[in-house]
């Protein structure tokens, strides 16, 4: 440690803490803010990887047979139709021509026409992402206020009842294929008891529409989380001396695991989610189409299909940046949210 | 239990500089009662190969305001005994035996009663500063939390008192210092803040383990400085945990040495350092190094290692590395009795008087 | 689909979870090993059944039923599990389907480590360009919803099983690649590696000699865990119709032409369903028993 001191002064020293509070204007500490330096540096890494993800779909979805011009037309649709349309379409011209031409438009904000629906891809987006993103939240927060309480409870009294019912429930709940839960879900809830309508009624939006469909992807999650939860919170009662500090100031031990150790979990949890995030987003393409949702996860399957691509792939940079975007931000949050971090010093 | 210290006619006053305790008994209890009063304190642990036995018949007291030293070496049980004075052994551990704090019995008690003992009446202070506080908290709000867990303060009368401990512990700029992270602190200031957070709420009893080994020389003896002198300030008893004997040749007025899970040793300091009794006292205190001693010399350690705590033999747990181990040695275990007037030790065959080399 | 194990994240309480004297009692121990044995032993029996049964009993085959014989309820003699609507057994399309699902599972998973793992290893280890380069590379493969990313590759690659096995290695290998260079980095800069290195060891004794043993518990754990989730997405595939080509019985495509009947004969999907989750939930208690076995991360 860096102490200097005089024998006989009795708590001087001359350590100056990491930073200074006040001083600097605001703008110039945040310029030398290091977290806003790696934030920076972080999101210019993650252009090269949304091109990647756009390049890498144009590329297999070449490679797929059949073509927009045959889909739109359909299967009795003579040969010279189709070639007619392809022709209209662009859809003869070299794969690199065409990406230049998708990417330059894609650079100035102009994501093209969809050529099954003849609207731009921007419109449709704008239409039924609302549905995903809705749709997607209401899972998360279902996951939070289910699987938080419960690690915390579960960690009060390891191997108790309480604790071992969720944990094998929570295997139980992130074993089940999500198609499989929707199902069951629907014959349980829809059918049996009719508390809930198995195909979305409206156009998206009405909560009760989404409530099953949030279910069915909470569940896997809450299962994911309370395990990975509750170990962190466990470690941290084990192997850290300081909620051994809080258990002797007389705290019990529900309040040493919800005032000190969920903080420090909730930095650790906060990664996990950015991490699965792009997994959560496949699963709402099973989920939109299995519930009738128009949301884009759907959407892209029928896209797919189509071999519509100006709208696969603007669904997917919607996707790709949905997920740079988050685990971009939940590097940052950990930045800002780590104390230690924060004032300048390196990761313990 | 008989044995206090100093509150007798005629019986010999520690000599040891540096130790002035209060002396004082606290609020409402009796003088010459100990504070603290542990006997035939057992604590076992359910183990793969068996049980661990960590500590096996202690017994010792507490007078209000004394400071005690209990020395050993690591697996000796003197942090397992010192958490079970807290209450704060996880329940698998098994614990016999009688604690009483001020006449009130602790074994066996319900975790509600324990919650309310541990940090208002008894607090503890420990080894490692670095790890000792959450680092994603303000200092303040630790220290305000162990205000609030026991005394029903407002926020903002708690935020003064804490900012009031500080300044006790004498932490330069102590209203800055309250809205600060750990990180921000040297390993001394943090150790004092751990210091502030045992105090806040006046305990009657602290204890330090190992409190000081993880800093360097000079500021060990800045944090024992201010420990003794909170001591004096507040009347608190004090017990130091440690394996440092010079430490507690300093600071302690009575000392207690463990091994294996048992009390061999305890007397006032003074007679502990001047007459020595048990071998493996001994042979610690022959283990420090010293500067009259000639360049070049190999140090003299005691050979072998701890006992593996899950076989109790029947012969006394030292005989197997013990210089002037005998045949009875091996085959009883002696049991811990007061030969001499304030000094117990736990020996067939102990030194002769006067004997430190 | 189903949350995969992204990196070393724990799913199983800390090795440590013991009493504080450091050691398991007897009793704990035996419910470790049951927590691996009990596991394993129904994974061996699905094996079982779904491998050599066919062989030794005549079971009826699972496809060419005839009509008259169709929509037979559970329990129906002859037909444990019934018939579907087009008359086929479903017993032996449930033993036949789970052929399926393991030969993809093991395949992908194998693909994924060998080649994964490599890739993992060797950008771990050496660090600077390469590993840049394709930290980047498997970057854009796991920011692509995997679902897509294969069912493309199905489409354009034509229906078959070995097809589905190649795209799902797109989504295994990224995940290998990434739990590899993780456990690779971390024991790199441990003393043994680094006395190893200089001492002029040459590279890929170190790589196979240190580095690999020390992972590979690890590894282990993680094709378990992920081998579940291998069979989701290939349910998946086939329930959205792109995976494994008719009439080949899979579970996924029985679940998927089982929710017309849902509310009439649920078991059409209920049955499939079960056998799906009993295997999936086995290979992630196998795969985290062995975790809390080995105290692996």
């Known amino acids: 440690m860096n102490t200097s001191v005089t024998v006989g002064q009795p708590g001087s020293s001359s350590v100056e803490p990491s930073r200074q509070a006040g001083g600097a204007p605001l703008h110039r500490r945040l310029a030398r803010s290091p977290a806003l330096r790696v934030a920076g540096r972080r999101l210019l890494i993650a252009i090269p990887v949304l091109w990647g993800v756009t390049f890498l779909t144009f590329v297999v979805l070449n490679a797929l047979p059949g073509d927009a011009a045959s889909a739109l037309l359909g299967a009795n649709a003579t040969p010279q139709e ?267 | 239990m008989a044995g206090s210290l100093g509150q007798r006619a005629g019986c010999p006053t520690a000599t040891s500089a540096g130790a002035s305790g209060a002396g004082g008994a606290g609020p409402g209890s009796r003088p010459g009662a100990a504070l603290l009063d542990v006997s035939d304190l057992r604590v076992q642990f359910r183990s793969r190969g068996g049980v661990v036995n960590a500590v096996q018949g202690v017994s010792f007291t507490v007078e209000p305001g004394r400071t005690l030293a209990i020395i050993g070496e690591s697996g000796s049980g003197k942090t397992v005994s010192a958490y079970a004075v807290l209450g704060l052994l996880p329940r698998t551990a098994q614990v016999s035996g009688s604690i009483r704090f001020d006449g009130i019995e602790l074994v066996g008690r319900r975790e509600r009663d324990l919650r309310d003992h541990r940090g208002r009446n008894a607090a503890m202070v420990f080894q490692n500063p670095e790890r000792s506080l959450n680092p994603t908290m303000r200092i303040g709000t630790q220290i305000t939390e162990a205000i609030r867990c026991h005394l029903p303060l407002g926020r903002a009368e708690a935020h003064e008192r804490a900012v009031e401990l500080l300044r006790m512990v004498r932490l330069p700029a102590p209203e800055r210092r309250f809205y600060e992270y750990p990180h921000q602190l040297s390993g001394g200031m943090r150790q004092r803040v751990v210091i502030a957070i045992a105090l806040a709420c006046e305990p009657r009893l602290l204890i330090a383990d190992e409190a000081t080994t993880a800093l360097d020389v000079t500021t060990q003896a800045q944090i024992m400085d201010l420990l003794l002198g909170l001591q004096q300030e507040l009347g608190t008893a004090l017990v130091m945990i440690s394996h440092d004997l010079a430490l507690a040749a300093s600071y302690a007025e009575e000392v207690l040495v463990m091994y294996a899970g048992r009390v061999v040793e305890r007397a006032a300091a003074g007679d502990l350092f001047g007459s020595v009794r048990m071998p493996y006292t001994r042979a610690l205190l022959n283990a420090i190094p010293r500067v009259e001693l000639e360049p070049h010399v190999l140090l003299p350690v005691i050979g072998g290692r701890p006992p593996d705590l899950s076989t109790i033999g029947p012969g006394c747990s030292f005989a197997p590395r013990c210089p002037d181990a005998q045949q009875d040695c091996r085959l009883q275990s002696p049991p811990l009795k007061q030969h001499e007037f304030g000094h117990w030790w736990a020996c067939w065959h102990p030194c002769g008087k006067g004997d430190v080399q | 689909m189903a949350v995969p194990v992204a990196d070393a994240l724990s799913l199983a309480p800390p090795a440590g979870d013991i009493a504080a004297a450091g050691r398991l009692s007897p009793a704990r121990r035996l419910m470790r090993s049951l927590e691996v044995a009990v596991p394993a032993a129904v994974l061996a029996l699905l094996l079982f059944f779904c491998f050599i049964w066919p062989l030794v009993y005549p079971v009826p085959p699972p496809v060419g039923g005839s009509i008259l014989d169709s929509g037979l309820p559970l329990w129906s003699p002859g037909h444990i599990f019934g018939t579907d609507t087009v008359g086929n057994d479903i017993m032996s399309r449930i033993l036949y389907g789970g052929r399926v699902s393991f030969e993809v599972a093991a395949a992908v998973q194998v693909i994924g480590l060998a080649v994964g793992g490599l890739l993992g290893l060797i950008a771990g280890y050496h660090g600077g360009t390469l590993e840049a380069v394709l930290m980047r590379v498997l970057d854009v493969f796991i920011a692509f919803p995997s679902l897509v990313l294969v069912l493309a590759i199905v489409d354009s690659l034509g229906q078959s099983e070995v097809n589905v096995i190649w795209a799902l290695t797109a989504f295994s290998i990224p995940a290998f690649a990434r739990v590899t260079r993780a456990a690779t980095l971390r024991l790199r800069d441990q003393p043994f590696v680094v006395a190893a290195r200089l001492s002029s060891v040459k590279t890929w004794r170190i790589l196979f000699g240190h580095i690999v043993p020390n992972v590979a518990p690890q590894m282990l754990t993680f094709s378990l865990l992920g081998a579940g989730v291998v069979i989701i997405l290939e349910g998946a595939l086939d329930f959205l119709g792109y995976g494994i080509p008719d009439p080949t019985a899979s579970w996924g495509k029985m679940i998927a032409s089982g929710q017309a009947m849902l509310s009439v004969s649920p078991s059409l999907v209920i049955v499939p369903s079960i056998f799906l989750f009993v295997t999936v939930v086995c290979l992630n208690m196998l795969g985290d028993g062995l975790r809390a076995l080995w105290g692996v991360r």
């Open chain 1, 82 to 348: 189709v070639r007619a349309l392809s022709i209209k379409l662009h859809l003869n011209e070299p794969l690199l021509v065409r990406y230049g031409h998708w990417l330059g438009a894609a650079l100035h904000g102009d994501l093209g026409t969809s050529l099954y629906y003849n609207q731009s891809v921007t419109s449709i987006l704008w239409q039924r992402l609302p549905v995903t993103i809705e749709l997607v939240v209401y899972a998360l927060v279902i996951t939070f206020v289910v699987s938080v309480p419960l690690a915390v409870v579960s960690a009060r009294r390891p191997r108790g009842g309480i604790d071992r019912t969720s944990m094998a429930l929570s295997m139980g709940g992130l074993s089940i294929a999500p198609y499989v839960l929707a199902l069951l879900l629907i014959l349980v809830f829809a059918v049996d008891l009719r508390w809930l309508p198995a195909l979305a009624q409206g156009t998206g939006g009405d909560i009760r529409d989404l409530t099953l469909p949030a279910i069915t992807l909470a569940i896997p999650l809450i299962g994911f989380y309370t395990r990975f939860l509750r170990a962190d919170l466990l470690e941290q009662m084990q192997s850290e001396d300081y909620t051994v500090t809080a258990l002797a100031k007389g705290l019990s031990r529900g309040q040493v695991l919800t005032r000190h150790a969920l903080r420090n979990s909730a930095i650790g949890l906060i990664t996990v989610i950015g991490l699965n995030l792009a997994t959560l987003i496949g699963a709402t393409v099973i989920v939109e189409q299995i519930f009738g949702l128009s949301g884009i996860g759907s959407q892209l399957l029928k896209a797919i299909n189509n071999r519509d691509v100006p709208l696969v792939e603007g669904i997917v940079l919607v996707f790709a940046t949905i997920v740079v975007l988050a685990n971009l931000g939940t590097d940052l949050l950990y930045d800002v949210l780590d104390p230690r971090i924060r004032h300048g010093r390196s990761r313990s």
